[in-house]
T-cell receptor
Framework: RKEVEQDPGPFNVPEGATVAFNCTYSNSASQSFFWYRQDCRKEPKLLMSVYSSGNEDGRFTAQLNRASQYISLLIRDSKLSDSATYLCVVNPDYNFNKFYFGSGTKLNVKP | DTAVSQTPKYLVTQMGNDKSIKCEQNLGHDTMYWYKQDSKKFLKIMFSYNNKELIINETVPNRFSPKSPDKAHLNLHINSLELGDSAVYFC????????????FGEGSRLTVL
């Protein structure tokens, strides 16, 4: 079983739509959680950390459900520039950044 | 001024050859990493160094040998290249070994023929 699983998509949505991605992780002892964004043929970049209480950054909201071992990302009012692959990242290790990346969910925002 | 830089960006080589990829970060970070992204887009950690000390060594063939001459540099040498080594190799750094944000280089795309 993979450490982190995501729906690969693609999610094709019109501008202005709200879209949500989920990701599940296998290690219940996982300590920290993140969403990274990767544009085509580029390096991944941190989008946001995910906290137990849920957190929001502008149009982006991240939620963590430890009991069900899933993480979600909600994007409101989608922009063309949001088109990218969104990577769910889990760190099961308390002492090291031993990140496990999901394979990503591709988002295409259309005009 | 690039924060994490890798060279070369592209590498095409024959099976059996030996090649190296170099990485440098100018962020003053203590921890550096090598990740491999295969054709299915999975990013997998290979190695991590903290202040020149190896702290993470995943199950990687011993044909892969990292070397960190100082905390700003982390190189990856690969011996006897195989077809399955074709991938994008990303170098990354973080402030320390537990701070969550990784800063990635642009990647080195290796193609083994």
């Amino acid at each position: 079983r993979k450490e982190v699983e995501q729906d690969p998509g693609p999610f094709n949505v019109p501008e202005g739509a709200t879209v949500a991605f989920n990701c599940t992780y296998s290690n219940s002892a996982s300590q920290s959680f993140f969403w990274y964004r990767q544009d085509c043929r580029k390096e991944p970049k941190l989008l946001m950390s995910v906290y137990s209480s849920g957190n929001e950054d502008g149009r982006f909201t991240a939620q963590l459900n430890r009991a069900s071992q899933y993480i979600s990302l909600l994007i409101r009012d989608s922009k063309l520039s949001d088109s990218a692959t969104y990577l769910c990242v889990v760190n099961p290790d308390y002492n090291f950044n031993k990140f496990y990346f999901g394979s990503g969910t591709k988002l295409n925002v259309k005009p | 001024d690039t924060a994490v830089s890798q060279t070369p960006k592209y590498l095409v080589t024959q099976m059996g050859n030996d090649k190296s990829i170099k990485c440098e970060q100018n962020l003053g970070h203590d921890t550096m990493y090598w990740y491999k992204q295969d054709s299915k887009k999975f990013l997998k950690i290979m190695f991590s160094y903290n202040n020149k000390e190896l702290i993470i060594n995943e199950t990687v063939p011993n044909r892969f040998s990292p070397k960190s001459p100082d905390k700003a540099h982390l190189n990856l040498h690969i011996n006897s290249l195989e077809l399955g080594d074709s991938a994008v190799y990303f170098c990354a750094s973080s402030h320390d070994r537990v701070t969550g944000e990784l800063f990635f280089g642009e990647g080195s795309r290796l193609t083994v023929l």
